[in-house]
């Protein structure tokens, strides 16, 4: 399970970078995005780079994927984002702060998953019952 901090200009850039990955790293979410302080934000991947940033946040969310920290890295950096991506690893001191944090903080509002939400497809060739066909790639999305 790897902790995931987006910070960017926009909400609906921060929107398209969450269905990025989810749709192009096919990493799956486990929690809700959170809001997160973007000053927070900014102050934590400074540390975690140990150099200033070019340009200061305006939002930030984080959450929480499946996958585990390296997995996810990797996944991120197949695909280009339009914000700031960083897996954050328990390694760094600002992990377990911005763990507390999202236990309190509000959901990120507008996204929504678009992987499954069920079992996967419907087998329709068995007369009178239904039966799921199972499907690695067809996730459910925890609520």
Same mark, same amino acid.
């Given at each position: $399970?790897?902790?995931?901090?987006?910070?960017?200009?926009?909400?609906?850039?921060?929107?398209?970078a969450?269905?990025? $990955?989810?749709?192009?790293?096919?990493?799956?979410?486990?929690? +809700?995005? +959170?809001?997160?302080?973007? /000053?927070? !934000?900014?102050?934590?991947?400074? #540390?975690?780079?140990?150099? %200033?940033?070019?340009? /200061?946040?305006?939002? !930030?969310?984080?959450?929480?994927? #499946?996958?585990?920290?390296? *997995?996810?890295? $990797?996944?991120?950096?197949?695909?280009?984002p339009? !914000?700031?991506?960083?897996?954050?690893?328990?390694?760094?001191?600002?992990y377990? #702060?911005l763990?507390?944090?999202?236990?309190?903080?509000?959901?990120?509002?507008?996204?929504?998953?678009? /992987? !499954? %939400?069920?079992?996967? *497809?419907?087998?329709?060739?068995?007369?009178? %019952?239904?039966?799921?066909?199972?499907?690695?790639?067809l996730?459910?999305?925890?609520?």
């Amino acid at each position: $399970m790897a902790l995931i901090l987006i910070r960017g200009e926009t909400n609906s850039k921060l929107l398209n970078a969450i269905a990025d $990955m989810e749709r192009h790293g096919n990493l799956n979410l486990i929690t +809700k995005p +959170k809001v997160v302080d973007s /000053k927070f !934000a900014d102050s934590l991947v400074e #540390k975690i780079l140990n150099s %200033k940033l070019r340009t /200061k946040s305006k939002v !930030a969310t984080a959450f929480f994927v #499946k996958e585990d920290t390296t *997995l996810s890295i $990797m996944q991120v950096k197949k695909i280009h984002p339009p !914000a700031h991506v960083v897996v954050v690893s328990d390694e760094y001191e600002g992990y377990h #702060k911005l763990k507390k944090l999202l236990d309190n903080a509000k959901v990120f509002q507008g996204y929504y998953s678009h /992987k !499954a %939400k069920n079992d996967g *497809l419907i087998d329709y060739s068995i007369k009178g %019952k239904k039966r799921h066909v199972k499907n690695e790639k067809l996730n459910s999305y925890i609520k």
